[in-house]
């Protein structure tokens, strides 16, 4: 007998991207396990999406769409955090708030609990500025609903900060559902034609890694921006180094993607990137995200690239923990979905 009924997985409609691509991997390995789940669109105006086809970039993967929740105990709905608000919608049917990002949350809790999480005050006058002159905290669901309602709603998280992020706001029924990058990226060997290129995210931590990179003119710098994805593949396997001094609001993509062909890794202690079980590099490659330890950074890219097969085999752990990421992917579904 299945656990649930029927599985539905909300996402936003015709976006291609990580968080989007997990949502249809989740409903694609239920499906091959023969359970009854769907992918459920989201409009941009937040309303559920008539049209059933299924968007170009997961066509490849198994999946059916639904128009329309049945809402029953006997079935479930598992909602990425940018839709927590969809649990105010229904009254029977069991939740899954999956926390694939602890950050992007906060884009559609309440205006005092997005003050709260911010800290800095740039982030807290970016949001005042979204929610009085943009209008997009058009969405109130509260920590507290999601307290109240703790009898139907499971919590499942991503990375072992939004593990964290749980527990310290009070809730208990929390589940590790992961995510995994896929098998066609994986370029394990240590390859010889690695070059003297430093990769980097310039959509996270920009201002502080344009003054890094102003510091070291003499390094080649390639933000990760404007390439397909053949093109990003070859540039990981070309690059020494990634770097990513960014907010980590779960475990993020792209450095999984780079240590997996070869990549070194830097990054900051922000978010996930200050755990070590999500992104499990040595200390010696986190630094704190402050104008001060510029120096130290620039001396650590400048030893990596020099001795770039010396530092290799510092990311093992990190690679090996990558390349079981499926594996593991696989078996949190069946502990909450099936058995």
């Known amino acids: 007998m299945n656990k649930y009924n029927k599985i539905y997985m909300l996402a936003p409609y015709r976006y291609a991207t990580g968080g989007v691509e997990l949502c249809h991997q989740l409903v694609d390995r239920l499906r091959n396990l023969k359970q009854e789940a769907y992918i459920v669109y989201i409009s941009e105006i937040g309303e559920i999406c008539n049209d059933t086809t299924i968007t170009e970039s997961y066509k490849k ?27 105010c919608k229904y009254k029977a049917i069991q939740i899954g708030c999956w926390w694939m990002s602890v950050d992007n949350h906060y884009l559609t809790s ?19 500025k979204r929610y009085f002159i943009n209008g997009q905290y058009h969405t109130k669901c509260s920590l507290s609903y999601l307290k109240a309602e703790e009898q139907r709603i499971t919590h499942y998280y991503q990375s072992i900060y939004a593990q964290y992020h749980l527990y310290s706001n009070g809730f208990s029924k929390v589940l590790p559902l992961s995510d995994y990058i896929n098998k066609e990226l994986f370029q394990t060997e240590n390859s010889s034609i690695k070059e003297d290129i430093v990769l980097y995210n310039p959509a996270k931590g920009y201002k502080f890694t344009q003054t890094l990179i102003k510091q070291v003119p003499e390094i080649k710098f390639i933000p990760l921006k404007g390439y397909n994805r053949n093109e990003l593949n070859e540039l990981f396997r ?10 980590f609001p779960g475990k993020d993509r792209l450095p999984r993607e780079a240590v997996i062909n070869g990549c070194c890794i830097i990054t900051g202690k922000l978010g996930a990137s200050f755990f070590y079980e999500d992104v499990p590099i040595p200390e010696s490659y986190k630094f704190e995200v402050k104008s001060k330890y510029i120096p130290q950074i620039k001396e650590k890219i400048k030893y990596v690239l020099k001795n770039y097969h010396v530092c290799f085999p510092d990311f093992n752990f990190y690679r090996q923990r990558v390349s079981q990421e499926e594996h593991i992917f696989y078996q949190e579904i069946e502990q909450i979905f099936i058995k």
């Open 61 to 87: 993967y198994n999946i059916e769409i639904a128009t329309t929740i049945e809402d029953k105990k006997e079935n479930i709905l598992v909602l990425p955090e940018v839709f927590f608000e969809f649990s």
């Open 110 to 128: 309440t205006l005092l609990e997005a003050l709260c999480f911010h800290k800095s005050w740039i982030n807290r006058l970016k949001i005042l």
């Open 238 to 247: 070309k690059a020494k180094l990634y770097i990513d001094f960014g907010n």
